[in-house]
């Protein structure tokens, strides 16, 4: 089992709807996630982090922790082309630690 | 401020060739990493550096080598380079962005082996 896991998509959305990514991970110990968007040929950058249970929001953006059920999501609302990228799911096992595992990635098609 | 830069940009090797890339932070980090992402595999973490003088193995070290040259200073050696090491390489040092931790990536090395 994959430690992080990611529906790879393509998952396509048209403009102005809510995507919705979603990441499972195996580490019930986990204590830092994150969300990276990636587009085409470029380096990823950080969206969101969030390190307790519930929602955090950030503009159009809000991630979702629920460390129950190991799940971590990323809703995106008022979906625009220029959110068409690969969103990467990244975790740490430890708060402060130095490894960080990614998922393998989900890619969003935003259709205008 | 470059942020995080990485040379070469691109490279073509032959079997058994030997490369070094380089990668330099100017943040004042103190953790960098090293990267390979490959087609549906997302990034996996090569080697790591939590700090200047020490350096640790990742999920896929096989094949590579590490040096932390310095705080700034962080390259990637492969010796005797395999096809299976076609890839894109990033690097990335770790601080914070306003309050959240975040890796921050260099542009990435595209690496073909024939």
């Known amino acids: 089992q994959k430690e992080v896991e990611q529906n790879s998509g393509p998952l396509s959305v048209p403009e102005g709807a809510i995507a919705s990514l979603n990441c499972t991970y195996s580490d019930r110990g986990s204590q830092s996630f994150f969300w990276y968007r990636q587009y085409s040929g470029k380096s990823p950058e950080l969206i969101m982090s969030?390190?307790?249970?519930g929602d955090k929001e950030d503009g159009r953006f809000t991630a979702q922790l629920n460390k129950a059920s190991q799940y971590v999501s990323l809703l995106i609302r008022d979906s625009q082309p220029s959110d068409s990228a690969t969103y990467l799911c990244a975790v740490n096992p430890y708060t402060g630690g130095f490894k960080t595992i990614f998922g393998a990635g989900t890619r969003l098609f935003v259709k205008a | 401020n470059a942020g995080v830069t990485q040379t070469p940009k691109f490279q073509v090797l032959k079997t058994g060739q030997s490369m070094t890339l380089q990668c330099a932070q100017d943040?004042?980090?103190?953790?960098m990493y090293w990267y390979r992402q490959d087609p549906g595999m997302g990034l996996r973490l090569i080697y790591y550096?939590?700090?200047?003088?020490?350096?640790d193995k990742g999920e896929v070290p096989n094949g590579y080598n590490v040096s932390r040259l310095n705080k700034r200073e962080f390259s990637l050696r492969l010796e005797s380079a395999a096809p299976s090491q076609t890839s894109v390489y990033f690097c990335?040092?770790?601080?914070?962005?306003?309050?959240?931790?975040?890796?921050?990536f260099g542009p990435g090395t595209r690496l073909l082996v024939l």
């Open positions: 969030i390190y307790s249970n």
């Open positions: 550096s939590a700090s200047e003088g020490t350096t």
């Open positions: 990335a040092s770790r601080g914070l962005a306003g309050s959240q931790e975040t890796q921050y």
């Open positions: 943040m004042n980090h103190n953790s």
